[in-house]
């Protein structure tokens, strides 16, 4: 599993200094020369209700910019691919992967952590339900797995269909979540610890109350 | 990541100028894949152009004529959720949604899906393996190596890389166009004529040149629209890529089939339209598996297998009937 001490975070350690950033050979000096040409921009969201102002280069992805810049390391990063989950936050509501968008693309937006789901010192339904029914072991997933979880059963509200409906042109209801539409749901997130029978228990239980 | 310059764009033809002048300016939408090509350093834009600013490209209408027009930044997750497009192309909704994860379909917009590279884990590798696609004339480290999820259609010697796109399957089914406008103006491209065969050149995936924006995608109306069906087989049973794959549609005469569509993904370097099934399937009943069957296999005269692909040529006709029968039960 890989840190944000590691690749990416140590170039972008360099101030830049702007102007144009023109080709020069692809190795790894001149990579790093490059990057003390690169144009930091100002960006500005709004994070768990608070507004943001940051100056990132293009490269930092949403996820960097959360933990690296905000302190708000409740997101995990684990793949930095897009291929388990672990760094799912809400872009306006919608679940999304952090690792894989940048953040200079989230000028203006509303953006929620982890750390933005409870309430006056009162955890969300979901992280209730994730404690109660012990949906997590070692806990890197867990962050990912709810914030996945708290918009799916808003995407179920909706009405939106999934591969595990019966009939994709028929309505979809929160209330007809079987197990197989939860299982198809959440199969963004990956679990290494295997907890899924738990983490499935958990998720149907906050369906059921939502 | 290497460094990029970043910059947003509000109007079309200013985008289509930026992406003619500059070979080093790619289109960003969704970045779903372009990010993870870029951290696999497979593509190295100097210049990002934020596209998501273009107006009335996000929406997706149902036409009067019972077609439908998806604008390129609408999000693969909408497109699934529209109720037109479940009714009138269930084939469509199902692609959309047996791709990806539910978080990549909230990000992934249309057009980046239909520009998802033609890759195989070779071209993907961090390492630099030798690959035509990657570095033209390093040689296919595919063609000899590892080769169980690749082509056994149309590949070359140069490159034998499979399309990951579900949605781009469901399309070529359905002979949709891909509006494009480029500096010469306006035009629709068939989208079987949209991706290419590698040949020689398997680094361009697509017909499209520099300057090219993808603005929608068009489903005419089809008599087979309604009863169709995508079918996608693969390792794991989500959020995974198809090894072998199946658009069917088909307008019927009580169990008899009047016209079929019938196309392939995981197969080839393009969606695999099966137009010589297609011709023979006229007139057989949905119930005659046997000479259902035998329709299929004209269209496997000229697979040609690899070393470690073999079974996709049994899978991908067994994929096609099932699909072609589910589709035929919503008839």
């Known amino acids: 599993m890989s840190n944000t001490t590691k690749g990416d975070r140590d170039n972008t350690a360099t101030v830049a200094v702007g102007g144009d950033a023109t080709r020069q050979s692809p190795d790894v000096d001149a990579e790093h020369a490059r990057t003390q040409e690169a144009v930091r921009l100002p960006v500005s969201m709004t994070v768990n209700d608070r507004l943001r102002a940051m100056t990132l280069e293009p490269r930092n992805t949403l996820l960097d910019a959360l933990r690296d810049e905000l302190g708000l390391t409740g997101t995990k990063k684990a793949c930095d691919r897009g291929e388990c989950g672990a760094c799912t936050v809400h872009v306006e509501g919608r679940r999304v992967l952090s690792c894989m968008t940048l953040a200079v693309m989230h000028n203006g937006k509303r953006i929620t952590t982890i750390e933005g789901l409870e309430r006056d010192g009162k955890l969300h339904p979901m992280q209730a339900a994730f404690i109660e029914h012990d949906g997590f072991q070692c806990g890197f997933c867990t962050s990912g797995q709810i914030m996945s979880a708290v918009a799916m059963i808003e995407e179920a509200k909706a009405g939106w269909p999934s591969a595990a409906s019966p009939d994709v042109a028929s309505q979809v209801t929160v209330a007809n979540l079987s197990p197989a539409e939860i299982r198809e749901r959440m199969s963004g997130n990956l679990c290494r610890c295997a907890c899924y029978p738990n983490i499935m228990d958990a998720v149907a239980e906050a369906a059921g109350r939502s | ?331």
């Open chain 2, 1 to 331: 990541m290497h460094p990029f310059a970043f910059s947003t764009v509000d109007h079309p033809a200013e985008a289509i100028a930026a992406h003619a002048r500059d070979p080093e300016v790619a289109f960003i939408a969704g970045g779903t894949d372009l990010i993870g090509l870029m951290k696999d350093r497979a593509a190295h834009p100097e210049r990002l152009l934020d596209i998501n600013g273009l107006p009335d490209m996000a929406r997706t209408e149902a036409l009067p004529d019972g077609g439908l027009r998806i604008g390129a930044l609408a999000r693969m997750s909408e497109v699934a959720a529209n109720i037109e497009v479940r009714r009138r192309f269930p084939v469509v909704a199902e692609a959309l949604l047996f791709a990806a994860s539910g978080q990549l379909r909230n990000m992934a917009s249309i057009g980046g899906n239909i520009m998802q590279r033609t890759r195989c884990a070779y071209f993907r590798d961090e390492d630099g393996l030798p690959c035509n696609k990657r570095s033209r004339g390093s040689g296919c480290s595919a063609l000899h190596g590892l080769n169980r999820n690749h082509a056994i259609f149309g590949w070359s010697e140069a490159c034998v890389a499979t399309n990951p796109s579900d949605l781009a399957v469901a399309l070529a089914a359905m002979d949709a166009s891909v509006i494009v406008r480029g500096l010469t103006g306006e035009r629709a491209i068939p989208f079987t004529e949209f991706h290419r065969l590698p040949g020689d050149t398997p680094e361009r995936d697509t017909a499209l040149v520099r300057g090219d924006l993808i603005v929608s995608i068009e489903v005419p109306a089809r008599a087979e629209g309604r009863a169709s069906h995508y079918l996608k087989i693969r390792d794991r049973q989500s959020y995974e890529f198809a090894l072998v794959s199946a658009a069917a549609a088909v307008a019927t005469d009580g169990r008899r089939i009047r016209s079929a569509r019938l196309a392939l993904g995981g197969v080839a370097h393009k969606p695999w339209r099966l137009t010589a099934t297609e011709v023979a399937l006229r007139g057989i009943s949905l119930d005659e598996t046997d000479a259902l069957r035998s329709a299929i296999a004209r269209s496997f005269a000229d697979a040609r297998p690899l070393a470690h692909n073999a079974f996709k040529v049994e899978l991908a006709q067994r994929v096609a009937l099932r699909a072609l029968q589910t589709a035929g039960a919503r008839a």
